[in-house]
T-cell receptor, first 118, second 112 residues
Framework: GAVVSQHPSRVICKSGTSVKIECRSL??????MFWYRQFPKQSLMLMAT?????????EQGVEKDKFLINHASLTLSTLTVTSAHPEDSSFYIC??????????????FGQGTRLTVV | AQSVTQPDIHITVSEGASLELRCNYS??????LFWYVQSPGQGLQLLLK??????LVQGIKGFEAEFKRSQSSFNLRKPSVHWSDAAEYFC??????????FGAGTRLTVKP
């Protein structure tokens, strides 16, 4: 199957700083990438959908100025948590889909990023 | 909008026993259905998926799932559970042009 690489896998940052998480599709072009957040012992909650070359679509209740998403190329999307606070500590997971010639119709997930804000 | 319900938050089975995890979905058209497994602190691994065709789908690690349109269900089954199957299981529904929505998850505990 297709591979999605997410980096870093773990990050600890100080309150007030910003953290960038990268999501790369390694062997296919991802026209759409999704960012999820998962609280302990809970399900994945979709934060936003990003399409290459256009602005991300955020789910209701997700602050777009706090969670900046950039999908500048067909293989890379980034999520930047700005001015992080302890309540932003969570597990963030990206997924990527391609609706191009390969007709990949499932999403492939990155390994996730454990963010801890101290 | 599509949604997924996993009625069982936590299930405990004995090793070697059979397993069935329930999943019900709500979607107006023919859905794409998925089962993922997540070990603690890890990402998601796809177990199996249903897009069309045969309603009984075989996946990895001995899992299978059956799509029943009349019941809007996509239950996951395994005839004999192994201790290594203990994990969190997520059912998801998606469309060709949209994201996937996940159920709340079912945590599986396997007793020796």
């Amino acid at each position: 199957g297709a591979v999605v690489s997410q980096h870093p896998s773990r990050v600890i940052c100080k309150s007030g700083t910003s953290v960038k998480i990268e999501c790369r599709s390694l062997d296919f072009q991802a026209t759409t990438m999704f960012w999820y957040r998962q609280f302990p012992k809970q399900s994945l909650m979709l934060m936003a959908t990003s399409n290459e070359g256009s602005k991300a679509t955020y789910e209701q209740g997700v602050e777009k100025d706090k969670f900046l998403i950039n999908h500048a190329s067909l293989t890379l999307s980034t999520l930047t948590v700005t001015s992080a606070h302890p309540e932003d500590s969570s597990f963030y997971i990206c997924s990527a889909r391609s609706l191009g010639p390969r007709r990949i119709t499932e999403a492939f997930f990155g390994q996730g990023t454990r963010l801890t804000v101290v | 909008a599509q949604s997924v319900t996993q009625p069982d938050i936590h299930i405990t089975v004995s090793e070697g026993a059979s397993l069935e995890l329930r999943c019900n979905y709500s979607y107006g058209a023919t859905p794409y259905l998925f089962w993922y497994v997540q070990s603690p602190g890890q990402g998601l691994q796809l177990l199996l998926k249903y897009f069309s065709g045969d309603t009984l789908v075989q996946g990895i690690k001995g899992f299978e799932a059956e799509f029943k349109r009349s019941q809007s269900s996509f239950n996951l089954r395994k005839p004999s559970v192994h201790w290594s199957d203990a994990a969190e299981y997520f059912c998801a529904v998606g469309t060709r042009n949209n994201d996937m929505r996940f159920g709340a998850g079912t945590r599986l505990t396997v007793k020796p």
